[in-house]
């Protein structure tokens, strides 16, 4: 089944500084790759996504990059601001598969320094 | 529009006592999924199903049943509660033909 490892588990930057998160993924059929924000005691929530036919994909400060030989993506964040502290997590799923489980990383706790 | 609601909220339990979470939606999603978060362990997959009548196990589904007789509702169930079992329990949902996911707020169990 698929596996998501993802890096770091802890993030702390200064405000106004670029933040960077990284995952990697194991199963080659895993074709959509979204990102969830997750504020303290809520519910998370879809940030930005990228599908595997898309090698970069931009949202105002955040972006998200894949490279599908390598079985990575990253979670770029410029000029952080306060609000932009949160958990953040990737995930991996088989979009229009029939079993497309959402499988998510461990989650990265990202600090924002005033 | 409530979106997805999970009740209840808050529960403590006794070990080897038996609950049930209820997962309700109003958007006519498909796909439901049950997490559970740990410190240290994001969020991990319980239990999900893409249809009404349908269920099918996830990364962790040990010590846990579900079912999803009504399309607009899913249901978890600790038959025997474990001190494992505390954690803090998300519901999700997805409509076929979209990407995204819309999550509850969360059921915080303690089970002592």
């Known amino acids: 089944g698929e596996n998501v490892e993802q890096h770091p588990s802890t993030l702390s930057v200064q405000e106004g500084d670029s933040a960077v998160i990284k995952c990697t993924y194991s199963?080659?059929?895993?074709?959509?790759f979204p990102w969830y924000k997750q504020e303290l005691g809520k519910g998370p929530q879809l940030i930005i996504d990228?599908?595997?036919?898309?090698g970069e994909k931009k949202d105002q400060r955040i972006a998200v990059t894949l490279n599908k030989t390598a079985k990575h993506f990253s979670l770029h964040i410029t000029e952080t601001q306060p609000e932009d502290s949160a958990v953040y997590f990737c995930?991996?799923?088989?979009?229009?598969?029939?079993?497309?489980?959402?499988?998510f990383g461990k989650g990265t706790r990202l600090h924002i320094l005033p | 529009n409530a979106g997805v609601t999970q009740t209840p909220k808050f529960r403590v339990l006794k070990t080897g006592q038996s609950m049930t979470l209820l997962c309700a939606q109003d958007?006519?999603?498909?796909?439901m999924y049950w997490y559970r978060q740990d410190p240290g362990m994001g969020l991990r997959l319980i239990h999900y199903?893409?249809?009404?009548?349908?269920?099918a196990k996830g990364e962790v589904p040990d010590g846990y049943n579900v079912s999803r007789l009504k399309k607009q509702n899913f249901l978890l169930g600790l038959e025997s509660a474990a001190p494992s079992q505390t954690s803090v329990y998300f519901c999700?949902?997805?409509?076929?033909?979209?990407?995204?996911?819309?999550f509850g707020q969360g059921t915080r169990l303690t089970v002592v």
């Open positions: 999700a949902t997805r409509i076929l033909s979209r990407t995204e996911a819309f």
């Open positions: 199963d080659s059929a895993s074709n959509y």
């Open positions: 990228i599908r595997s036919n898309v």
């Open positions: 995930a991996a799923t088989g979009f229009m598969n029939r079993d497309d489980k959402i499988i």
């Open positions: 958007m006519n999603h498909e796909y």
């Open positions: 199903s893409v249809g009404e009548g349908t269920t």
